[in-house]
């Protein structure tokens, strides 16, 4: 079922805050901003679930599909339910025909582009059906994750596409180093290539392509939403430790403050000047990735629980308890 929202706009300004679209029309959740739109699926009293799209004006908002099934999109507990993923420019999603038989959709944000994935993208249509992961686009080429599990060979693997029919293929499977199933967690662009990374009750950590082949990276699985940082990644892993990677396992180290002590559970910011900074229960800090590049910026107090730091411009944000103030918003600036 749907889990009823309005869909409003805002510039920062009471003026500015619109509602996108009136009458009974409500949002279900599941939605994507490809380009300068956003695309959503919401129902009505007229209609059921559908796509629609907006440039964030009410004029600009339009209904895309107008789906048989009045319930065409899985719901928050189906194994289907895809979400809505970019595709070069375009928005590609799983709807239901009017027999509940899934199948593969991509839009341009016009009525007339809203079709079968067949019809645009024919080489897509059996990966499409079995997508697991985001798509990330490289050099003019498209990354994800297809499979099932449960049927023999059609095992999870990573594919690559530049949407034509010789050039889709599979890059490789989705398994760890010992070649045991695993479980796909994230698809990552670095550079000129692409981080695949996987956990399973033997091993975490992450594989890496250029497309040719996947082939062993770090051993350090991800246990955050990493940070670009220049050439590297910077995320938090599965064990707590603060790691910086440039996609290969010589080049994937775990961080330490001055004195050599591994950093531990570390809540992110982002990067200001080429430094990477972050707040643990020490303080908040920011780094090179150096040693001795690594200050703090600020000591600890009782009762200062580390949060994830926000940039804003040239600063990066964050609240911050002192015992003579209390918790107020401090900022970092390079």
Not at 16 to 37: H, M, N, P
Not at 273 to 284: H, K, M, N, Q, Y
């Amino acid at each position: 079922g749907f889990e009823e929202g309005e869909i409003w706009a805002s510039d920062g300004t009471t003026a500015g805050t619109v509602r996108l679209a009136g009458g009974d029309l409500r949002a279900s959740g599941i939605l994507s901003v490809v380009g300068s739109r956003l695309y959503f699926v919401a129902a009505d009293s007229a209609h059921g679930g559908e796509l629609w799209t907006s440039d964030g004006t009410p004029e600009g908002t339009v209904r895309l599909s107008d789906f048989a099934n009045p319930e065409p999109f899985p719901d928050s507990g189906s194994q289907k339910r895809q979400g809505l993923r970019a595709l070069g420019g375009r928005v590609a999603f799983s709807a239901a025909d009017e027999l509940g038989r899934f199948e593969p959709w991509v839009s341009d944000g016009t009525i007339g582009g809203t079709r079968h994935l067949a019809d645009v993208y024919p080489a897509l249509v059996a990966p499409f059906f079995e997508l697991s992961s985001e798509v990330v686009e490289l050099g003019g080429r498209f990354f994800f994750v297809s499979g099932e599990e449960s049927e023999v060979g059609t095992e999870p693997a990573l594919w690559v596409s530049d949407l034509t029919t010789g050039g889709t293929r599979i890059v490789g499977p989705l398994a760890d180093r010992a070649g045991r199933a695993t479980s796909e967690v994230a698809l990552l662009p670095l550079g000129a290539r692409v981080l695949l990374f996987y956990s399973s009750p033997e091993e975490s950590g992450f594989l890496s392509t250029d497309g040719a082949s996947l082939v062993p990276g770090g051993r350090a699985g991800l246990g955050s939403t990493p940070v670009a940082w220049g050439a590297r990644l910077a995320f938090r892993g599965e064990d707590s430790r603060l790691y910086a990677t440039d996609g290969t396992e010589a080049g994937t180290v775990r961080l330490t403050y001055p004195n050599g002590s591994e950093v531990l559970d570390p809540a992110f910011g982002d990067v200001l000047g080429g430094r990477l900074a972050f707040a643990t229960v020490t303080g908040v800090w920011d780094t090179d990735g150096t040693r001795a590049g690594t200050v703090r910026r600020l000591a600890p107090s009782p009762g200062a629980e580390p949060s994830p730091l926000v940039r804003a411009g040239n600063r990066i944000f964050f609240p911050w308890y002192g015992a003579s103030t209390g918790t107020e918003l401090w900022a970092l600036r390079p």
